[in-house]
């Protein structure tokens, strides 16, 4: 009798692998369905979406903002350019907008013809629409209350809208005319002292001020000038500043002396200047019966000199008409 050997059971999978295998995703049936069932047109399908993946563009990117750029300082009563630097990239750009203080000021939207640049009226801020375009905005004029965080944002085109910005402050200062000096005489004696005034109005933040003698660089750390206490100016937000100069004059200021007086504000600046006689203790000025300096003319002294000769000469005449 033949021994027929029993079939072989089937290898079981452990517990925790077919626990595992049920947790396995699958592909939902409605993508199942869409599918190729044969092998080759699922091959087929396959090469299709590789070949698009590469004739997709590459490094595809919205736009950049890199940075603005305002004037450092800005100065009141003179118009003002503002520049946006930023790239569109690979998907265009649909408009650019710029803020002050979060406020909006100024739009450009090339697809809003034929009105694409607006002027949107921000109080201290006045768009000069001609001069203006997708990277420059250009100002009329500059007010103290133009002062603030401005603001450039791109926005790239439909339909990604994905927007980049950059911002910076922009500080706004109020010059002054030339300064003004007072006390100070057409001519001077050696020894004598130098006491002059020199005044900026209406300037902000207040003009610091310094003087030069013959290029010689004075300041109130050198002792020899004197800071006024600053004042307010003629309107609302300026100031008055006042500096004394008080010197004595040497024999290296003969013959003359070039005074200047600096109004500096942050960067910028406005210079008065003067030029005076200076005179030797033995010097006199030329011959003149007016001095405008202290103590007795120069002259007086040529006229004694002169006195006996004309007296001579008046006698002679007297005595030949008769």
Same mark, same amino acid.
């Given at each position: 009798?033949?021994?027929t050997?029993?079939?072989?059971?089937?290898?079981?999978?452990?517990?925790?692998?077919?626990?595992?295998?049920?947790?396995?995703?699958?592909?939902?049936?409605?993508l199942?369905?869409?599918?190729?069932?044969?092998?080759?047109?699922?091959?087929?399908?396959?090469?299709?979406?590789?070949?698009? +993946?590469?004739?997709?563009?590459?490094? +595809?990117?919205?736009?950049?903002?890199?940075?603005?750029?305002?004037?450092?300082?800005?100065v009141?009563?003179r118009p003002?350019?503002?520049?946006?630097?930023?790239?569109?990239?690979?998907?265009?750009?649909?408009s650019?907008?710029?803020?002050?203080?979060?406020?909006?000021?100024?739009?450009?939207?090339?697809?809003?013809?034929?009105?694409m640049k607006?002027d949107?009226h921000?109080?201290?801020?006045?768009?000069?629409?001609?001069?203006?375009?997708?990277?420059?905005?250009s100002?009329?004029?500059l007010?103290?209350?133009?002062?603030?965080?401005?603001?450039?944002?791109?926005?790239?085109?439909?339909?990604y809208?994905e927007s980049?910005? !950059?911002?910076?402050?922009l500080?706004?200062? !109020?010059?002054?005319?030339?300064?003004?000096?007072?006390?100070?005489?057409?001519?001077?004696?050696?020894?004598? #002292?130098?006491?002059v005034?020199?005044?900026?109005?209406?300037?902000?933040?207040? !003009?610091?001020?310094?003087?030069?003698?013959?290029?010689?660089?004075? #300041?109130a750390?050198?002792?020899?000038?004197?800071t006024?206490?600053?004042?307010e100016?003629s309107?609302?937000?300026?100031? #008055?500043?006042?500096?004394?100069?008080?010197?004595?004059?040497?024999?290296?200021?003969?013959?003359?002396?070039?005074?200047?007086?600096?109004?500096?504000?942050?960067?910028?600046?406005?210079?008065?200047?003067?030029n005076?006689?200076?005179?030797?203790?033995?010097?006199s000025a030329?011959?003149?019966?007016?001095?405008?300096?202290?103590?007795?003319?120069? !002259?007086?002294?040529?006229?004694?000199?002169?006195?006996?000769p004309l007296?001579?000469?008046?006698?002679?005449?007297?005595?030949?008409?008769?």
């Open positions: 009798m033949l021994h050997p029993a079939p072989l059971n089937a290898p079981t999978l452990p517990a925790k692998m077919k626990k595992d295998m049920k947790k396995t995703p699958t592909l939902p049936p409605l199942l369905s869409l599918l190729p069932s044969s092998v080759p047109q699922r091959f087929l399908l396959l090469l299709l979406l590789l070949l698009l +993946a590469t004739s997709l563009p590459q490094g +595809a990117s919205g736009v950049q903002v890199q940075s603005v750029r305002v004037p450092q300082p800005g009141a009563g003002a350019q503002l520049e946006c630097l930023w790239q569109a990239g690979s998907r265009g750009f649909y650019v907008r710029w803020y002050k203080n979060d406020e909006q000021f100024y739009s450009y939207v090339p697809k809003n013809k034929p009105q607006v949107h921000l109080e201290g801020v006045s768009v000069e629409l001609s001069q203006s375009n997708e990277h420059l905005v100002l009329r004029e007010h103290l209350d133009s002062e603030g965080v401005y603001r450039c944002e791109v926005m790239s085109e439909s339909p809208f980049s910005f !950059a911002s910076t402050n500080t706004v200062v !109020a010059m002054p005319a030339a300064p003004i000096m007072t006390g100070l005489r057409p001519s001077y004696r050696v020894g004598e #002292t130098l006491n005034t020199c005044t900026a109005h209406d300037a902000r933040p207040p !003009a610091r001020l310094t003087f030069s003698m013959n290029k010689e660089q004075l #300041t750390e050198s002792g020899r000038v004197r006024l206490p600053v004042v100016g309107r609302p937000g300026v100031y #008055t500043s006042r500096a004394v100069l008080e010197r004595p004059l040497g024999s290296r200021m003969v013959p003359s002396l070039n005074l200047v007086c600096r109004a500096e504000v942050h960067s910028l600046s406005t210079q008065v200047e003067a005076v006689e200076v005179y030797g203790h033995s010097g030329p011959l003149s019966l007016l001095n405008t300096g202290c103590g007795p003319s120069p !002259a007086f002294p040529a006229l004694l000199l002169l006195l006996p007296l001579t000469c008046l006698t002679h005449l007297l005595l030949a008409a008769r």
